[in-house]
């Protein structure tokens, strides 16, 4: 059964705290994608990456950063969390010329305090 | 850039009766794809069906059809029959293609709260 993992479905960190959201997946995957979700708003792309190492900005990457050392790991970083960075992270991935079959984790959820 | 507007924040349906989830696109791009998910209060993301923008038919899925206009920019999902366990959001997303290539890179509407009453 494939699979991608989020490390914590839920989250309370303070102001100011370095935050980390891991997710792996089992498939082999080379595209992974980390996205936020708000009511209103729907999913917005964060960051993305097609291979190790590599990384490219979504929609709204201001105040994340990613990290790809190994193809099945994409980290998520808040450097410094803030209020409004509450939310519901969800990662998902594909592989590399497969657009129709992409797989989301069960979500992240993250409260800011 | 492309764009996905779900006008219906809200939709109630009777249980066994059909509903159509509304889904407009915008896009540049010649090729695309079209997709619709299911999201319960879990917060999984759960696929229902695919429709390329080349697809000469409309894609079906047990009882999910994409109601598929492409001179209108229109995606709606029609879920026939509806169950209770059918009560959850609904995002309608459209991916492009770049060179041939699609990296899965999903472009999201605003969804839609479905509510089966019994």
């Known amino acids: 059964d494939v699979k991608v993992t989020q490390s914590s479905r839920y989250l309370v960190k303070r102001t100011g705290e370095k935050v980390f959201l891991e997710c792996v997946q089992d498939m082999d995957h080379e595209n992974m994608f980390w996205y936020r979700q708000d009511p209103g708003l729907g999913l917005r792309l964060i960051y993305f990456?097609?291979?190790?190492?590599?990384?490219e900005k979504g929609d709204i990457p201001e105040g994340y950063s990613v990290s790809r050392e190994k193809k099945e790991r994409f980290s998520l970083i808040l450097e410094s969390a803030s209020t409004n960075q509450t939310s519901m992270y969800l990662c998902?991935?594909?592989?590399?010329?497969?657009?129709?079959?992409?797989?989301f984790g069960e979500g992240s959820w993250l409260t800011v305090v | 850039a492309q764009k996905i507007t779900q006008t219906q924040p809200g939709m109630f349906v009777q249980e066994k009766e059909a509903v159509t989830l509304d889904c407009t696109y915008d896009?540049?791009?010649?090729?695309?794809?079209l997709f619709w998910y299911k999201q319960p209060s879990s917060g999984e993301m759960i696929f229902l069906i695919y429709q390329g923008s080349y697809d000469q038919q409309n894609a079906t899925e047990g009882r999910y059809s994409l109601n598929f206009q492409k001179a209108r920019k229109s995606a709606n999902l029609v879920i026939s029959a509806s169950q209770l366990g059918d009560s959850a959001m609904y995002f309608c997303?459209?991916?492009?293609?770049?060179?041939?290539?699609?990296?899965?890179?999903?472009?999201f509407g605003q969804g839609t709260i479905l509510t089966v009453h019994p």
């Open positions: 998902a991935s594909s592989l590399q010329n497969s657009g129709n079959t992409i797989y």
């Open positions: 997303a459209m991916s492009g293609y770049a060179g041939g290539t699609s990296y899965g890179k999903l472009t």
């Open positions: 990456s097609y291979d190790v190492k590599m990384k």
């Open positions: 896009t540049s791009d010649p090729s695309y794809g």
